[in-house]
């Protein structure tokens, strides 16, 4: 078991952290020079027409590739179901930034939208699944014939307690370094594998006047993303895993490592970083103002979708430092909340996401792989026929900055952390504080 280590996360921290994510939800700045696309406001929710059922929708997806994703499985799904109009309730902000905090504070109002998008893993099993506020699935997976159709490794990261609680939409990537590959050309230069590569790549790069690697920690799980890269190449699959168990202290030597070399990659980011997104970091390395960047794949749904680059042509793509071979994973899930009015309709939108043909019509766009065993690779372009076949012979690991490797309320202490790091590059101070976190929320 992979993921075993999820299992034992405590539900009450988490529904704990995120209340206090729903209180202190954040204020927007203004900043993010390049596209502001995913910081638009949420579509309003409209009333469905007359006769119609309505369907709420619930997501972060409301830009960037993602949204393009979005709207092509719902146009599926209201072909199929002529019957029922969909309320697409996204809120903005990558990575769930204030969408997860109005979720809970409608989750705990008694007041669930249809479905909505939860990670697989310990936002799911040890959130809204352990707190009683989701139906089981078991049923639906018996009557589509699932069981074999999603790995089992991703069943197990929506499964608690024998229930299955969600339906996986995709696969996405956490551990990807992204490159301009007009840069890297001009310079002579090779995509770096090892972080001694990584170093003597940025100092030439630095040299040459040109922004080694982009970041954009504006919303600070960015910083905490290219972190958790940092930690998997450094530690290797069974260690970092073992930060989510107890096994390893953040208070180890290993750990502190792991922290000097973060802090020596920050000496080759973009003076601006924290005035930008994600997406507006992943546009520096589409438009050559940076040569890499460290992102989740739905950067390649950006690239791709959004700005129509070609995969190894226009952006090319390596695992970060000695990360190959291990593939971080996020997976973007929908479930059937308790309490909905129509749960038939919510069940049919599940059938659709969680069928061949749903899969196929949203991932190529969003730059994911499918969840299924079964899809069409053909739909997929270079980058992702090549990661269905990398996820197949990689070493798995949840990601933490998306939630799926520890409880919300470490997550949280975690990016604050991190984002303190950025500018004070204290590696003392951020140990001692993560430890603690560690000791409250895994260690119990
Ligand atoms: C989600 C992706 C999304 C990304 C940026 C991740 O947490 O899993 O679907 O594209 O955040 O918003």
Redo the contacts with the bound molecule.
Sequence with gaps: MKFKHLAILSALLLLMGIFMAACGSETETDAGEADTE?EAEAPASEAPAEGKKPLEIFS??TGAG?EAGLLALIELFEEKHPDVEVINAAVAG???TNAQAVLASRMQGDDPPGTF?I?GGAALNTGWAAAGKMEPLNDLYEEQGWYDKFPEDLIELVTSDGDIYSVPV?I?RSNVLWYNVAIFEEHGLTPPTTFDEFFAVAEALQEAGVTPLALGDREPWTASHLLESVMLGKLGAEKYNQLWTGELKFDSLEFTDVMETFSQMLDYVNDDHAARN?QDASQMVANGDAAMNVM?D?AA?YFATDLNLEPNKDFGWVAPPGTEGMFMV?T?TFGLPKGVEDPEVVKDFLRVLGSVEGQDVFNPL?G?IPARVDADVSKYNEYGQQTIEEFKKSTLTPSLA?NSAAPAGFVQQFNQAVNIFVSSRNVDQFIQTVQAAQDEHINQ
């Design positions: 995913n972060w997806w993602e990558g990575a769930g998008q990670h995709n996405h994600w989740g739905w749904g996020v973007d969003k994911s998306h």
